[in-house]
């Protein structure tokens, strides 16, 4: 009798659940239902290196990879309706036996239990039903709904894309790649059974104080719910007794570092808001306000151009945290940046703007109130007045004045950085560039304009430059004649981004070839219907001839001088152009705020800057001594270089064009030009300013003792021995009366 009136009370909870008092009815017409091909469930994104397998950064709230029902293997599904929902096969989305169970449990004071089917619980899920009872009303009625228009094996796929495993791992295949490191068609049995198992309680329960069932956690009962679902299997007959899984399967630790989102806190982390810029510019994203979102919950897979080993070779080489790169022992204020360019594609190798993609990109730029980023360039920025001098019809060979002055008199003063540049008045443009002599690119630029500097910057790849106050100048929306500069942008005062600058290296290194720099070579997203990958976008080199192979070619021949002169040739002798430069922390210091570096192969450019985190300072070294651009940024380039090409085949630049440009158009003063030697027996027949050899001493009147002529040491013009004092013949020059024997006679000049 007893037994009888439980029965009936639960059958009266069973009503009031199922029923609601007649709600039911109007719950079940009422309930508009977002249908699972609807529903778009947020799916992680991976943003891959160029090999499409490398993961740089994984970005999403939820790590979930949407897979079809044909991917995933019977005997995994079957694992988890053993572990979730025996008879899912074959009752009709509800449970009326475990629902009339779990009523009874929660009427009687036991603790609530779902009571779900698997159904029912992707109808949880999905729809992200939360409340007590009334939740399990609308939830049973969108799981007879989703019953009534699907296949078991489609409710299957929509729950095991929805379900959570722990982990981070929404999805089955996310799980399979979390808990074994394979995809989910990769599978055995006895690794169904544990994704399974863990289902109940993926993951501790602090109010229950259970530690769940991943085998990290809790191996034990890990293992014993293993055995439940293997159990379940064999009894419903889904897996023969003889074939029945022996030794528990090999699981992975936890991966504590990555699980819904990766690689934003390192140095590819700076890589994703160029992913976001391109994919907002070929119309992926529908704005950049929504772009990370999009990203984060598109279940995109990215391949960029980033090379894996040159991401590496260059972190290693000069990011502070990398044991070893070049930064790592160095003054805490120091920074670098550093990005590396495929010549003639635009491709972007590899980048490294700071420690993190949250914090400040100093390769790039950032907005920050305003537009930020640059850095002064310093005489790096040469490269381009150089190219401009020789667009305009300058030699190389063409020669100016290096002499320091002030501008306009009592102006400015314009100086070579200290030093004296031993061609004083006469030196060549070749010259000025390989001695880095800032004088003479003062007066190129006051000779070609500003403009034509400034244009030739643009051309290479320049888009923004920065005033001494800090204001932002658009180079693609505005010319070189309207630009805020004035001359000293010759020699490098205003500040560019270390990407503008690998870019316009990279011009130069291909034969004048410009390519816009990016950072995306595809795009694929998760087709829902068939699970295959499909392109949504891609990579478009355009190649424009912006300079002109001649004058790309002569720059070329120049730089490449530069590595061999101070001793950063790379190995094996492998051709390179270079040129290095520094900008001082303020005009009355000697101290410098920025150094670079900046070259290329006819493969790989690279720009590279040193300068301060956050405030500016003196930067130095370890050892206090200042540092410039043949210092720790030549050092970063050179270890970078060497790595990244290692392997790689040597190539040369191309010879550059003879004869190209005016070699008169300098401001040069030239010294007087060198005397000719005249031998003709008849001094009277010699050209004027020639030198002549001595003639024979006249007997009787040697030279005076302590007065001989020096070897070497021609007399004067203008200074002729006196008529009747004639050397004496058979005295030896410069003797001073003694010794015998003949030495070559000490030439003279004839007037």
């Known amino acids: 009798m007893r037994k009888r009136i439980n029965w009936l009370i639960a059958g009266f909870a069973v009503l009031i659940m199922l029923a609601g008092g007649g709600v039911v009815a109007t719950t079940y017409y009422s309930t508009t239902v977002v249908l699972p091909e609807d529903l778009a469930l947020p799916l992680s994104s991976t943003i891959y290196a160029s090999d499409g397998t490398t993961q740089l950064v994984k970005m999403g709230e939820y790590n979930r990879n949407f897979v079809t029902i044909e991917q995933i293997p019977d005997y995994v599904e079957q694992a988890v309706a053993s572990a979730e929902d025996r008879n899912f096969y074959t009752h009709g989305g509800l449970d009326y036996v475990g629902i009339a169970r779990a009523a009874w449990n929660n009427f009687t004071g036991g603790s609530k239990q779902g009571a779900s089917t698997i159904t029912q619980q992707y109808a949880r899920n999905a729809m992200e039903l939360s409340g007590g009872y009334g939740r399990k009303i609308k939830e049973a009625v969108l799981a007879s709904k989703l019953n009534e228009k699907y296949s078991k094996p489609e409710i299957m796929k929509f729950y095991l894309n929805t379900i959570y495993f722990g982990r981070g791992a929404y999805g ?221 019809g300058i030699a190389v060979d063409s020669h100016w004045d290096a002499s320091p002055f002030k501008v306009g008199g009592n102006g400015p003063s314009v100086q070579n950085a200290g030093r004296n540049a031993s061609c004083a008045k006469n030196c060549s443009l070749l010259e000025s560039t390989v001695q880095s002599y800032n004088v003479p690119f003062y007066h190129v630029t006051e000779k070609i304009g500003v403009d034509k500097v400034v244009e030739m910057a643009k051309a290479a790849g320049v888009t923004t430059m920065w005033t001494d106050a800090g204001k932002p100048y658009d180079l693609l929306k505005g010319s070189g004649k309207d630009s805020p500069f004035d001359t000293y942008v010759g020699y490098g005062q205003y500040a560019i981004t270390v990407l503008d600058h690998a870019t316009g290296v990279a011009t130069l290194a291909a034969r004048g070839k410009y390519s816009k720099p990016h950072f995306v070579a595809k795009v694929e997203q998760k087709d829902t219907e068939t699970g295959a990958w499909k392109k949504v976008g891609g990579e478009q080199i355009k190649v424009e001839q912006r300079i002109r192979t001649e004058v790309a070619d002569s720059v070329n021949a120049v730089l490449e001088k530069i590595p061999a002169a101070n001793k950063d040739t790379l190995s094996g002798n492998r051709p390179a152009t270079g040129k290095t430069g520094t900008w001082e922390l303020n005009p009355t210091s000697r101290d410098n705020a920025h150094a670079w570096m900046v070259g290329a192969t006819p493969q790989v450019a690279t720009a590279v800057w040193v300068g301060n985190v956050g405030d500016l300072k003196a930067i130095k070294d370890k050892n206090k001594s200042a540092i410039g651009g043949n210092g720790l940024p030549a050092d970063i380039w050179k270890d970078f270089m060497n790595a990244a090409l290692k392997g790689k085949k040597t190539e040369k630049f191309a010879d550059p064009p003879k004869d190209f440009g005016d070699p008169d158009a300098g401001n040069g003063i030239a010294p007087p030009p060198t005397p000719t030697i005249c031998t003709d027996p008849n001094p009277l027949l010699c050209p004027p300013g020639s030198i002549i050899p001595n003639q024979p001493n006249q007997p009787g009147q040697p030279n005076q003792p302590g007065q001989p002529n020096q070897p070497g040491q021609p007399n004067q013009p203008g200074q002729p021995n006196q008529p009747g004092q004639p050397n004496n013949p058979g005295r030896p020059e410069g003797g001073g009366g003694g010794g015998g024997g003949t030495v070559t006679p000490t030439p003279r000049t004839r007037n």
């Open 172 to 392: 089955i295949d996310a799980a399979a790649q979390a808990y074994f490191h394979v995809p989910v068609d990769k599978l055995t049995p006895a690794q169904g059974a544990v994704l399974a198992a863990v289902i109940k309680q993926p993951q501790p329960d602090e109010v229950t104080g259970h530690k769940g069932y991943d085998p990290a956690d809790n191996p034990e009962a890990a293992k014993d719910r293993w055995n439940y679902v293997l159990s379940g299997m064999v009894e419903k007959k889904w897996l023969p007794a003889d074939q029945r899984p022996v030794d528990y399967p090999e699981v992975f630790p936890p991966n504590t570092a990555c699980s819904t989102e990766c690689g934003i806190n390192t140095p590819v982390g700076n890589v994703v808001n160029y992913v976001r810029d391109e994919m907002v510019e070929k119309k992926i994203c529908s704005s950049a306000e929504t772009c990370v979102k999009e990203i984060r919950d598109g279940g995109y897979k990215i391949t960029t151009t980033i090379d894996g080993k040159m991401q590496k070779a260059l972190e290693a080489a000069a990011w502070r945290k990398a044991k070893g790169s070049e930064l790592s022992d160095q003054p805490d204020n120091l920074m670098a940046a550093a990005v590396a360019i495929e010549p003639g594609t635009g491709r972007v190798l590899a980048y490294f703007g700071g420690d993190n993609g949250t914090g400040h990109d100093y390769a790039g730029k950032n907005m920050e109130g305003t537009l930020t980023g640059g850095h002064p360039p310093g005489s790096t920025f040469k490269i381009y007045t150089l190219a401009a001098a020789l667009e305009a």
